[in-house]
């Protein structure tokens, strides 16, 4: 398989997830993968990798999102 394949198959997996992210004013919970959250949003690679207390957290709030967008994201 090629290499897209590969990573769609590992992000789409909640085994290999190394983070939850409760969303939206519900806390909706998200599985989620730190690098492809990095990837996709330099703040939240600001928050995972830049020594805020995200980069450490298993768990992190985004509140003020929207659970169906947030998706999208990851």
């Known amino acids: 398989t090629g290499l ?3 990573l769609m198959r590992i992000m ?3 085994r290999t997830a190394d ?3 409760l969303v939206g004013e ?3 919970p ?3 993968h ?3 959250l990095a990837a ?3 703040v939240l690679y600001a928050e995972l990798f830049g020594g805020m207390k995200e980069s450490t957290a298993s768990t992190v709030e985004v509140p003020d999102a929207n659970p169906l967008s947030f998706r ?3």
Do not use: G, M, P
Request: aromatic share 0%; charged share 40%.
């Open 4 to 6: 897209s394949a590969d």
């Open 12 to 14: 789409s997996d909640e």
């Open 19 to 21: 983070i939850t992210i």
């Open 26 to 28: 519900d806390k909706v």
């Open 30 to 32: 998200v599985k989620a």
């Open 34 to 36: 730190k690098v492809i």
């Open 40 to 42: 996709r949003s330099e």
């Open 72 to 74: 999208q994201l990851v």
